[in-house]
């Protein structure tokens, strides 16, 4: 049974909306169906954010550099999906970020996580080296045509770039039009990320994760 959230449009300037002390598939589904994401402030309980200004990724927009397309054909680079969820999850919890302490991926969120995963809405896209080495990647939620990227990692040089930009493929493909990212950073920014209002979004979301 999906939980009620408080109306998004009743989040602080912020973003906060509520908190939590439990997170679980229920959670996961009443909040992102409502254009509403988790973020751990600490083990014993969990903020729920709608941000003013949420950052999406419209797949007609994506473009990496001609220099970086080169790179992936001359790579050795492999694409596949949800081979290797847990480890996906895992590797974005442990690589190390510059600037960031710690991680926001703690066992109950990656729990919460893989359950969903198990139950057919959530999805991993990742890149593998020579010999079946996971190398890079990106998970999040899938719904409809509704996709949330929650992390990436890379442990070589343009893996990660290489997951997104494979999943991008992949999204098109199946009638999927712009991906959730959440909150703006300088590298999606570069992908062509942009901002689009709360209200915006909520109407854009209604439309991807009602659809089959």
Known sequence: MKIQFPDPESADENGILCWSRDINVDYL????????FPWPSEEDYVVWF???????LFLDEF?????????????AFCFDMNRNFAGVMKSCASVSRKGENGTWITR??????TELYERGFAAS??????GGILAGGTYGVLHGK?????????TEDNASKFAL??????????????????????FIESLGCREVSRAEF?????ASWAAK
């Open 29 to 36: 589904l009443g909040a992102y169906g409502s254009g509403i």
């Open 50 to 56: 709608a941000p003013p200004q949420r950052a999406v």
């Open 63 to 75: 473009h990496i550099s001609e220099r970086t397309r080169r790179y992936f054909r001359k790579s």
């Open 108 to 113: 109950k969120i990656m729990d919460s996580y």
């Open 125 to 130: 896209f990742e890149a593998y080296s020579p």
């Open 146 to 154: 509704y996709f949330s990227a929650e992390s990436m990692f890379h």
């Open 165 to 186: 930009s494979s999943a991008v493929e992949y999204l098109l493909a199946k009638g999927v039009k712009w991906i959730d990212v959440q909150v703006m950073n300088p």
């Open 202 to 206: 909520t109407e854009m979301l209604k």
